[in-house]
C-alpha cells in the first residue's frame, strides 16, 4: 500500500514537468571470480540518466542510490545469557532467506535524498530486511535480534550504508563503487538503482552479477557437497598416506 | 586462515604429540576454535590429522609386533558404533545451537578431570623419587570385578581372558568422545586398558594406536557424509605439520624423564581445561551470535 501511494506520489511529480526518466546502468563485471588468492574485489556499477522522451534532455539535479544484495540464506541470531554462572545459548530467532551480503550506495545523506516515507516503503535499509526475513511473531524481538544480526553482518563487512559511494561524472552520468570482502558469498547478486528527483523516485533499474568460485578451490567445495563419500575417503587416504610417508622418511 | 599458521600450529602440537605419545587431538581441536575456525569445522578436520598423526605410531608398533589386533579388533568395531552416535549428536547440538556449550563443558570435564589424575600420579612419583624410594612400575596382576562378567573371550596377544563387555562398552564410549570432540581418545583409552582391562604395558599403546586410527578414519568419513563440515585442506596443512613435528617430539622425548613428561602433559591438559572454564564462565564480548543455517544456493 505505501509503495503504491509512493509510486503514485513519483507518477505525480513526473506528470507536471512532462519529463520522464530513464536510466541505463551496468556493472563493470559480470562475474567475479573467486580464486585461492582471492582477498576481496571491488566493482564499479555506472548509469546514465537520460530523457525518455527525444524532445527532452534530462535535467537534475539527480541523486542515485544503488542497493546491492547478496545470495539468500537461513541465519539465526543466538543470545547468550548467564545461568548459574554459565554463559550459554538461550535464546535465538531465525530469519529466513536473509541477503549474506547487502550495500546501500548512495550519492549524498539518505534523508536529503529521499522524502520521508520512501525509504521505509522501499524497505532500503538493512533493518528492514531483517525484520522482513524475522520467523519471530514479535515484532519487538524481530527488530532486537535483527539489529544485532545487522551489527554483526556490519561488523564482518557484508553490510554496509555509505553515503558517499555514488559520485557523479556529469549531471547525469554517475559511477557507484562496491566492495566484496574477501569471505563473500558464492551465488547470484542484484544490484537495483533508484534514481531521485525533488526526493522522490523518478527511474529504477536492476543489474544482476554472480560471484562463483573457480578453478581448486570449486573443486573441492563441490566436491564435498556432490561426492561427500568420495571426499571422506580422499581425506583419509590422504591422511594415512601423511602419516606413512612420514614414518618412512623420518625412519633411520 | 594462513597456510603457515595452520602448518605451524600442526607442527607445535605434533611436536607436543610426538614428546608425550599422544594424538595431540585434544590440543590442536582447542587451539584452532581459539584462533577462530567455526568449532564444527575444527572438530570435524581435526579427526584427518589426529588419523595422520597416529599412523606413522601404529604402523612401527606393528612391525614391532606390538599390538594385539583381535582385541583392537573388538575396539574398532564398538568404536564404530560410538562414532555415528557421535556424530548424529554432533549434529543434533549444531542444529538446536548448543554444540559450543557442550564442547567446552565436555572439555572442561573430561580434561579437568584426567589431568588432575594424571597430575596427582606424577607429583606422588616425583616426591617418591625424590625421598629415594625405588619407585617400581605398578603391574596390573589383581583381577578386578570386571573380570567376573559373562561372554569372556580369550585375547592372547594380551594374554587376557576377559569378559568383552567391557571391552565394548570402552569401544562406544571412545568413539562418541572423540566424533564430538575432534579427539582421538588415546589419553583415555590408555589408562581404561590398563587399569580397567589390565591390557600388558607391551601392547597397549600400539593397540590404542591402531584403534585411534581406525576410528578416526570413520569419523572422518562420517562427518564428511552427514555435516560436511571437513576441511580437506585445512587438514592437510594439519596433517603435514603434525606429522613432522611428531618427529622431533619423539626425539627430544628421550632427553625427559617419564615421570617429568607425565607431569608437563598433566599441566598441559588442566591449561587447556582452565581456558574452556574462563569461556564459559567470563562475559562474552559480545552476547548476541549469528549462524548459517542453510545456505540457499550456495555454489
Not at chain 2, 184 to 209: C, D, E, K, M, Q
Amino acid at each position: 500500500m505505501k509503495r503504491l501511494v509512493a509510486g503514485l506520489a513519483a507518477l505525480g511529480m513526473m506528470a507536471t514537468p512532462a519529463v520522464a526518466e530513464k536510466l541505463a546502468s551496468t556493472v563493470s563485471s559480470a562475474t567475479v571470480q573467486i580464486t585461492s588468492s582471492f582477498d576481496g574485489a571491488v566493482l564499479s556499477l555506472f548509469g546514465s540518466i537520460e530523457s525518455s522522451n527525444p524532445d527532452t534532455v534530462a535535467a537534475g539535479p539527480y541523486n542515485v542510490v544503488v542497493v546491492v544484495t547478496g545470495p539468500l540464506q537461513d541465519r539465526v541470531t543466538r543470545l547468550k545469557t548467564n545461568t548459574w554462572g554459565i554463559w550459554t545459548n538461550t535464546d535465538q530467532v531465525t530469519f529466513k532467506q536473509f541477503p549474506s551480503f547487502y550495500t546501500v550506495l548512495a550519492s549524498g545523506k539518505l534523508d536529503s535524498i529521499a522524502a520521508p516515507g520512501v525509504i521505509e516503503a522501499e524497505k532500503l535499509m538493512p533493518i528492514e530486511q531483517a525484520e522482513a526475513a524475522s520467523t519471530d511473531p514479535n515484532p519487538f524481538r524481530a527488530f532486537e535480534f535483527g539489529t544485532e544480526l545487522v551489527r554483526l553482518m556490519t561488523a564482518q563487512g557484508h553490510f554496509a550504508v555509505q553515503e558517499n559511494a555514488v559520485r557523479f561524472l556529469t549531471d547525469t552520468a554517475y559511477v557507484a563503487q562496491v566492495n566484496l570482502p574477501s569471505d563473500v558469498a558464492n551465488g547470484p547478486f542484484l544490484a537495483h538503482t533508484y534514481v531521485f528527483k525533488d526526493k522522490q523516485v523518478v527511474a529504477e533499474h536492476s543489474d544482476g552479477f554472480t560471484v562463483r568460485k573457480t578453478g581448486f578451490e570449486n573443486f573441492v567445495f563441490v566436491a564435498s557437497r556432490q561426492q561427500p563419500l568420495l571426499y571422506g575417503l580422499v581425506c583419509v587416504v590422504l591422511a594415512l598416506g601423511t602419516g606413512w610417508l612420514a614414518g618412512v622418511v623420518f625412519r633411520r | 586462515m594462513n597456510l603457515f599458521f595452520l602448518i605451524g600450529i600442526g607442527g607445535a602440537v605434533g611436536f607436543l604429540s610426538g614428546l608425550f605419545g599422544v594424538g595431540g587431538g585434544f590440543l590442536l581441536t582447542p587451539l584452532l576454535i581459539f584462533s577462530g575456525v567455526p568449532s564444527p569445522v575444527a572438530v570435524a578436520s581435526v579427526t584427518g590429522q589426529v588419523a595422520a598423526a597416529s599412523t606413522s605410531g601404529a604402523l612401527s608398533y606393528y612391525r614391532r609386533g606390538g599390538i594385539d589386533l583381535h582385541l583392537a579388533l573388538y575396539l574398532i568395531l564398538a568404536s564404530t558404533i560410538g562414532a555415528m552416535a557421535g556424530v548424529a549428536t554432533f549434529s543434533l547440538l549444531r542444529a538446536i545451537g548448543q554444540l559450543d556449550l557442550f564442547i567446552s563443558v565436555s572439555y572442561l570435564v573430561l580434561l579437568g578431570f584426567v589431568g588432575t589424575l594424571m597430575m596427582i600420579e606424577a607429583v606422588r612419583t616425583l616426591i617418591r623419587r625424590r625421598s629415594g624410594v625405588v619407585v617400581r612400575d605398578k603391574l596390573p596382576s589383581q583381577h578386578s570385578w570386571m573380570h567376573g562378567l559373562p561372554m569372556r573371550i580369550r585375547f592372547k596377544r594380551s594374554r587376557l581372558y576377559i569378559s568383552v563387555i567391557p571391552v565394548l562398552v570402552i569401544g562406544v564410549f571412545i568413539g562418541w568422545v572423540g566424533a564430538l570432540l575432534g579427539i582421538g581418545g588415546g589419553f583415555i583409552l590408555v589408562p581404561a586398558l590398563v587399569y580397567l582391562l589390565r591390557v600388558p604395558a607391551n601392547v597397549v599403546v600400539g593397540t590404542s594406536l591402531l584403534q585411534v586410527v581406525a576410528m578416526m578414519c570413520v569419523t572422518t568419513i562420517l562427518q564428511a557424509l552427514t555435516s560436511q563440515s571437513v576441511d580437506i585442506l585445512l587438514a592437510f596443512c594439519l596433517m603435514i605439520g603434525g606429522t613432522v613435528g611428531a618427529q622431533f617430539g619423539a626425539a627430544a622425548g628421550k632427553y625427559l624423564r617419564g615421570d617429568q613428561l607425565r607431569a608437563l602433559l598433566a599441566l598441559l591438559v588442566l591449561g587447556v581445561a582452565v581456558r574452556f572454564g574462563v569461556t564459559l564462565v567470563l562475559a562474552p564480548a559480545n552476547p548476541f551470535s549469528m549462524a548459517v543455517l542453510t545456505a540457499a544456493g550456495a555454489q
